[in-house]
């Protein structure tokens, strides 16, 4: 990346979880020093279980969120061992990657 830019590499950590264990999620986020974090609701796609419709008539516990944190990396671990041992009990996902931020101090 050029320098130019003057960007921070931080990393990215993406978790789709039924709407039921978003509040185990951002507490976890939370716990590991997170600042803040988005939350994208309703999301559809096909996984194991097959395809989760993103549109929800009357709750949205019962559909899936996307929510999307970025760390500086010595959180992460932390973060990490939390949903690997909250996803042996529970349904979810999560991707790691490297992302970079120009405003650093946003996320500390």
């Known amino acids: 990346m050029d320098d130019r830019w003057q960007l921070t590499p931080m990393m990215r950590i993406e978790v789709i979880v039924g709407g039921d264990d978003v509040t185990l999620v951002t507490d976890l986020f939370q716990s590991v020093g997170a600042s803040g974090f988005t939350a994208l609701a309703g999301v559809s796609g096909l996984g194991h279980s097959g395809f989760h419709e993103g549109r929800l008539l009357f709750n949205d516990r019962s559909g899936l969120t996307l929510l999307i944190v970025v760390l ?3 959180h992460v ?10 996803f042996t009990q529970r349904p979810g996902v999560f991707m ?12 500390a």
């Open 72 to 74: 500086a990396s010595p």
């Open 77 to 86: 671990d932390a973060l990490l061992e939390g949903l690997r041992a909250l």
């Open 96 to 107: 790691v990657a490297e992302t970079h931020v120009s405003r650093p101090e946003y996320f």
